[in-house]
């Protein structure tokens, strides 16, 4: 008989959740999916990361296009 199953208490599932965020996009691993489907799965299972994620790639976009805007400004205007 199983350890764990000796007093009558399932043993849970092991879940892996990973969040990549980089210059380059964002990568999503759930339970062994990739892609929509472990967003999906991280959206259904833990919904503030998820909204805390896409928030940062959010605010990183942001300051990549005032960063852009800046610099386009300051070459195309005269002095």
């Known amino acids: ?43 259904r299972s833990h919904p503030v990361l998820a909204w805390a994620a896409a928030a940062h790639v959010a605010v990183l976009g942001g300051l990549v296009g005032a960063l852009g805007l800046a610099v386009w400004l300051a070459v195309a205007l005269p002095r």
């Open 1 to 43: 008989m199983d350890a764990l199953k000796a007093g009558g208490v399932e043993p849970r599932p092991i879940q892996y959740v990973s969040l990549s965020i980089s210059a380059f996009g964002v990568r999503a691993q759930a339970d062994g999916h990739t892609g929509w489907a472990a967003w999906r799965r991280i959206r």
